[in-house]
């Protein structure tokens, strides 16, 4: 921490021009930024105090290192990684959901987000671990899963279907306030007192909520939800052990961004297509995959599942998958 550069990509309230002012006061480390007042902040960058907090315990979430006692670490098991159900998709994986890993699905409208996300849920409760299901789109179907799960590798009795079904916790969220809400019980350990042992989060989508915000005239209140969601979201999976699959949107390049500043500081996927929800997303997800047709006949079954970006897997690795009425194959 002592050594790394204050910046203006570790977050976007840390502006260039904040950076300047903090600069001209001798503070241009992380780890001199995070031990200073936030009275003495307020007043250098005139930054209110709750955005300051939020970069402080961003900031030192993401760069201070934790203490863990040697012997009771060594002690710990190993977590067996989480099975997708789809044999290229777990190949790519190096065998399949490391769990506490965030992981971004991302693709245009219509790529089969949503039926990866269910068909990986799916192959998880078949594993006998329990898997909740974010929807902020109402897009999930009881029914849909029924027959990703009735057309499995094996054939479930009436019975055993029915226990499965019952390890998806499906909640449908429709503002960020209660997604952040939800997200920060499940990191405190709410859901151990109901006895569910969480192994898959998955939240499809973010953008649909983020959204909402679009029109708003300040970037404050969307970027403090999405810096508390972060926040909790990494603690849920650090230390829950749980894997998290996020969705997002692959957004195209607009006619007359090329070449202009926004695209030079975007990371860009090959086909000109970046992550939405802005640049301080980009760095959030551990892994993003990028889902895309084969072709642009709309009607295609396959899709290319290509690692876009990870730092544990080799950026540009793809396989191919096939869209069916019984999930991804």
Known sequence: ???????????????????????????????????VEVEQLIRITNLPAESIVLVKNQLTEQFAGQYRNGQAHAAEPTTARLGTGIYSVDALLQGGLLPGHIYECCGESGSGKTLLCMTIAANVVLQRCTAIYIDTKCDFSGRKMQQILDKG????????????????????????????????????????????????????????????????????EPLGLLTKLICSLRKL?????????????????????????VEAKRKLCPNGNYP??????????????????????????????????????????RTIVRMTDTGVR
Do not use: C
């Open 237 to 261: 999976a650090t230390q829950r052990s749980v894997a998290i699959v996020l969705v997002n949107l692959a957004v195209r390049m607009v006619e007359g961004m090329a070449g202009s500043t």
């Open 153 to 220: 590798q094996r054939k479930l009795s009436e019975h055993e279907l029915g226990h499965t079904m019952t390890r998806i916790k499906v909640e449908r969220i429709f503002s960020p306030e209660l997604l952040v809400q939800v997200v920060e019980e499940l990191a405190t350990g709410k859901h151990l007192a109901d006895g569910i042992e969480l192994k898959l989060l998955v939240i499809d989508s973010l953008p649909s909520l983020w959204y909402l915000y679009q029109d708003s005239q300040s970037s404050i």
């Open 1 to 35: 921490m002592a050594a790394t550069q204050l910046v203006a990509d570790l977050h976007p309230l840390l502006t260039e021009y904040v950076i300047k002012k903090l600069q001209k006061n001798r503070l241009t480390t992380v780890y001199s930024f995070v031990k």
């Open 276 to 317: 939405a929800l802005g640049r301080y997303w980009e760095s959030a997800p551990g892994t993003r995959l990028l889902l895309e047709r084969e072709d642009d006949q709309p009607e295609t079954t396959t899709r290319s599942v290509m690692v876009w970006k990870s730092n544990y897997l080799r950026s540009g690795e």
